[in-house]
């Protein structure tokens, strides 16, 4: 098999089998609160596996960064959804006491596999932070602009040296 063709192969296959194992990992998280188990996912998912959530859960209380690698939905058509969803998620983030540090769009990756749209580093004061912001009525509100602007993304938890 070709390089390109290995490549397509592996993005339908994380497509697919994201969709399905992001919602049930983000209902779970974001949702009714009820744990479910997920097969875990090495890239662009929608939500954290029920293992991940709890490991985040975890963190010390300090403040954390969230570096986020984003794949907008429909070859790059989802970014004006997304557009929508980050400026009213910045709203909401002012009010937890967390900021947006830098956002930029993706151009080429130099090293590795996974191509990116734009990347988007978010400081929290610490990681209940982020959990009781998605778990707020005024963030479930606005969520479904994220859940069609994506087609999914990484989420790293990052503690500033």
Same mark, same amino acid.
């Given at each position: 098999?070709? !390089?390109?063709?290995?490549?397509?192969?592996?993005?339908?296959?994380?497509?697919?089998?994201?969709?399905?194992? =992001? $919602? %049930?990992?983000?209902?779970?998280?974001?949702?009714? =609160? !009820?744990?479910?188990?997920?097969?875990?996912?090495? $890239? *662009?998912?929608?939500?954290?596996?029920?293992?991940?959530?709890?490991?985040?859960?975890? $963190?010390?209380?300090?403040?954390?960064?969230?570096? *986020?690698?984003? @794949?907008?939905?429909?070859?790059?058509? #989802? %970014?004006?959804?997304?557009?929508?969803?980050?400026?009213?998620?910045? @709203?909401?983030?002012?009010?937890? #006491?967390?900021?947006?540090?830098?956002?930029?769009?993706?151009?080429?990756?130099?090293? =590795? =596999?996974?191509?990116?749209?734009?990347?988007?580093?978010?400081?929290?004061?610490?990681?209940?932070? $982020?959990?009781?912001?998605?778990?707020?009525?005024?963030?479930?509100?606005?969520?479904? *602009?994220?859940?069609?602007?994506?087609? #999914?993304?990484? *989420?790293?938890?990052?503690?500033?040296?």
């Amino acid at each position: 098999m070709r !390089k390109s063709e290995n490549e397509s192969s592996r993005r339908d296959f994380m497509t697919t089998a994201g969709a399905a194992t =992001g $919602l %049930a990992a983000l209902a779970s998280l974001f949702g009714s =609160g !009820k744990m479910v188990n997920a097969q875990s996912l090495e $890239l *662009n998912a929608m939500g954290p596996t029920p293992e991940q959530a709890q490991a985040f859960a975890q $963190l010390p209380d300090r403040p954390v960064v969230m570096v *986020n690698l984003l @794949k907008f939905s429909n070859g790059g058509a #989802g %970014a004006a959804d997304y557009g929508q969803y980050g400026r009213d998620v910045g @709203k909401i983030l002012q009010s937890i #006491g967390a900021e947006i540090i830098f956002s930029g769009e993706c151009q080429t990756t130099l090293i =590795g =596999g996974a191509e990116w749209d734009q990347v988007a580093m978010v400081r929290y004061p610490n990681a209940r932070a $982020l959990l009781q912001m998605a778990q707020s009525e005024e963030y479930r509100a606005i969520s479904g *602009n994220r859940s069609s602007g994506l087609e #999914g993304q990484m *989420n790293i938890a990052v503690f500033e040296s």
